[in-house]
């Protein structure tokens, strides 16, 4: 067989090529048609099923829940009936065993007005879920949510209410049309442009002391790279964007709290009556703000974070906030915080009062303890996912929003569900997790999931010490009974402590650790 000459393979190479650039156009720029299926949802990252904080032993529960993909949705609680509304602003309601969501027979509270092959058709859509008692057997429904004009190709940011019987928050009540009123539409619906970014539109909820409802209107972008700050509406006096309002739940009568904000996802109110917000930053900054009325934090003229792709801040890099009100905490990098509750109830009474933050980029849930109006500690607690919002229940349990990914993770503090599930591994959870996956934050070992058979120090990532890292085995039951046993004597200048286990105990570990190592339980 003759070999092709230089020309035939350079021509069978500009085919190829040319066949590429066009399969990847198709692919990149096939229309999406309305009848078109969802895409199916991302697989689901690994999330622990134990955690171990500074205060308890937590287990984590995954409960199936719908998926809307997109920017949105929100998780909320109210005496019994926890709630979940997807971006699209369909209302579900948990079942009581846990093993599910179900739909409610309430109409949504928006109408879907965007063609789902825009670009930005995913960041359209609810934003955050408040339930308040409206009487005895009634409760007030509020949702606020992006809009989309298609008319006028424009974007505002809305707050719908209703109010419904309380045995319409049952799975298995008859079909109800409670009446939706929009109670607020930020003042200007503004346009499609360049820089203008849609989901950063805010939307965080959060009920006052004086009856009225917080709410936060993001200020979508406009200005946030510092270089049209002439366009920002963040600071603007006559524009709601960029700002945490205050509203009248009956008349929709609103007061502007504070301005100069970039995109706030979310709001506590905490056991004083202080309102707090946490807002995203540029590239770093993301903050902490007591929202004090009447108060400029600065935005896009002032942040602790930089430019997008440059090392400079916003404004003069000379200035932080020294203008403006300065937040009480700010994140570098960025954690990217997205929804907030306050811990209550007897599960975690020793975080009551602490603001509970859920992160998209760190894949955290932060515990902020505040005295005297400064934080005094922020514990991240790794869940291994993105986090879109977070409920406290009745029983102080917690209920953690899953971003983008079917479920709602259920937070429980129990020694006894973990001395029951760890079993003979007890003693090791608190510096290790039993799954497999991601190191979580936190925790000073690495996972143990498949430690059976594992190079001594082969948990990539991971750094050992020195002694453990010059060992060239895998672990095995004799290898691990003498370090269970005596660490320091079986590998010297480990940093292992002796947890001074009996010989049953020693045994029952490796025997739990080839079973976890197999896909068992401990």
Not at 50 to 61: D, E, F, G, Q
Not at 65 to 83: I, K, M, Q, R, T
């Amino acid at each position: 067989m003759a070999w092709p000459s230089q020309s035939q393979l350079r021509a069978f190479l500009a085919g190829a090529l040319i066949a590429e650039i066009c399969l990847i156009a198709v692919i990149e720029f096939a229309p999406i048609t309305l009848g078109s299926p969802p895409a199916p949802p991302p697989p689901m990252d690994p999330v622990p099923t134990h955690i171990v904080s500074a205060l308890y032993p937590i287990s984590v529960r995954s409960v199936s829940a719908p998926f809307d993909p997109g920017n949105g949705g929100a998780v909320a609680v109210l005496e019994g009936p926890s709630l979940l509304v997807t971006r699209t602003g369909a209302l579900y309601r948990l079942e009581e065993d846990e093993a599910g969501y179900q739909a409610l027979a309430l109409p949504p509270p928006f109408e879907n007005t965007v063609d789902p092959s825009e670009r930005f058709a995913q960041w359209v859509g609810a934003r955050d879920l408040l339930i308040r008692e409206a009487g005895p057997d009634t409760a007030a429904l509020f949702v606020s949510y992006s809009h989309y004009d298609p008319a006028e190709a424009c974007f505002e940011v809305r707050l719908a209410t209703t109010t419904v019987a309380r045995d319409a928050l049952e799975p298995s009540s008859a079909p109800s049309q409670p009446a939706w009123r929009i109670l607020f539409s930020t003042d200007r619906c503004v346009p499609m442009q360049e820089g203008l970014i849609a989901f950063e539109s805010g939307g965080a909820l959060a009920a006052l002391p004086d009856g009225r409802i917080a709410m936060t209107v993001g200020s979508l972008g406009l200005g946030f790279d510092g270089r049209r700050r002439d366009t920002a509406l963040s600071r603007k006096p006559d524009t709601q964007f960029g700002k945490v309002l205050s509203i009248d739940p009956m008349s929709g009568e609103t007061r502007i709290l504070s301005i100069g904000h970039r995109n706030q996802d979310g709001l506590a109110v905490d056991l004083a009556g202080t309102l707090w917000a946490v807002e995203h930053g540029p590239r770093g900054g993301d903050e902490l703000n007591r929202i004090v009325p009447g108060s400029d934090f600065g935005w896009p003229d002032a942040s602790y974070g930089t430019l997008y792709g440059k090392f400079v801040q916003p404004a003069d890099p000379r200035v932080n906030h020294s203008a403006f009100e300065k937040p009480v905490f700010a994140w570098v990098p960025s954690v990217a915080p997205s929804g907030m509750a306050l811990a209550r109830g007897e599960m975690f009474s020793l975080w009551e009062g602490d603001l509970l933050i859920t992160t998209l980029a760190s894949r955290q849930l932060l515990r902020v303890r505040l005295e005297q109006g400064r934080v005094v500690l922020v514990e991240p607690i790794g869940l291994g996912t993105r986090l879109r919002d977070v409920a406290v229940d009745e029983d102080g349990s917690l209920l953690v929003k899953v971003d983008e990914e079917p479920r709602v993770l259920r937070l429980r503090a129990s020694a006894e569900q973990q001395q029951e599930d760890a079993g003979p591994l007890v003693m090791c959870v608190s510096c290790h997790q039993l799954d497999r996956g991601p190191q979580q934050a936190g925790l000073s070992g690495p996972p143990l999931g498949d430690v059976w058979q594992r190079a001594v120090a082969g948990y990539p990532g991971y750094a050992y010490s020195a002694a453990l890292a010059r060992i060239d085995e895998v672990w095995t039951a004799d290898n691990l009974r003498n370090y269970l046993n005596d660490p320091a004597k079986a590998v010297p200048g480990t940093a292992m402590p002796s947890l001074a286990m009996q010989d049953w105990e020693v045994r029952a570990a490796i025997r739990a650790l080839q079973r976890l190592s197999k896909g068992g339980r401990p």
